[in-house]
Structures are given as structure tokens and as C-alpha cells.
């Protein structure tokens, strides 16, 4: 069982940045798969952004095309903890944003079904 905690949501105005931390429980955190995603009110939930676990001393992350350039993902695997920073955040950024774990998986995972636990969410809000 893992337990993933995300914390560092908030209001923030349009253009401004935020950083979210997911903590996660377990030994083998460095072997899962982690990513970050986003569901706003009415709509269904959406990837944002995915890293893989260190590859030599490289990892890989993908990241959706509305956050491409703005939202970076990282990961700290001696602190069990994945980031994901937002910079120049729009209005339709806002959404509860959830961090998500795939224990199986061996390659970056961008839908939702390919995770396996995820965190209870934290929400961010843009204004104008």
C-alpha cells in the first residue's frame, strides 16, 4: 500500500507561480512511476505531467501541451517526494490537482489507468 500526501496548494493570481509536493509512503519509492494530474469542476481528470525513475542518472518526464513550458515535474527520491512547479499560471490552471503512483510500470505513464494509488488532491486557483 502506498500513501501519497500533496500539499501546497493555494490562490494565486494569473501569471503568478505556486509549487506542489506530494509525499509518498513506502521503500521503493524510487521504483514507481509518478505523476501529477488535474480535474476542474465538470470536467474529466486530465495528465499533467510524468517522471520515471532515475535511468543511469537521468530521468524522463512528459508533460501536456497546455502546461508544456510552464510546469515542471521533479522528484526527490531520498525525501519519498515529487514536485510539480507552476509558473505563469492561467485562469483555466485552476483544479484540484492530484499526485498519482505507478508501482508497476516501467516507462513514463500518461493515463490514469496506468496508476495505481493516488493522493487525496490539493487544490489551486487562479484569479485575474
Known amino acids: 500500500q502506498v500513501q501519497l500526501v500533496e500539499s501546497g496548494g493555494g490562490l494565486v493570481q494569473a501569471g503568478g507561480s505556486l509549487k506542489l509536493s506530494c509525499a509518498a509512503s513506502?521503500?521503493?519509492?524510487?521504483?514507481?512511476?509518478m505523476g501529477w494530474f488535474r480535474q476542474a469542476p465538470g470536467n474529466e481528470r486530465e495528465f499533467v505531467a510524468a517522471i520515471t525513475r532515475r535511468s543511469g542518472s537521468a530521468y524522463f518526464s512528459s508533460y501536456a501541451n497546455s502546461v508544456k513550458g510552464r510546469f515542471t515535474i521533479s522528484r526527490d527520491d531520498a525525501k519519498n517526494t515529487v514536485s510539480l512547479q507552476l509558473n505563469s499560471l492561467k485562469l483555466e490552471d485552476t483544479a484540484v490537482y492530484y499526485c498519482?503512483?505507478?508501482?508497476?510500470?516501467?516507462?513514463?505513464?500518461?493515463?490514469?489507468?496506468?496508476?495505481?494509488?493516488w493522493g487525496q488532491g490539493t487544490q489551486v486557483t487562479v484569479s485575474s
Open positions: 498519482a503512483a505507478s508501482v508497476a510500470r516501467s516507462s513514463v505513464a500518461l493515463t490514469s489507468q496506468e496508476y495505481d494509488y
Open positions: 513506502g521503500r521503493t519509492f524510487s521504483t514507481y512511476i
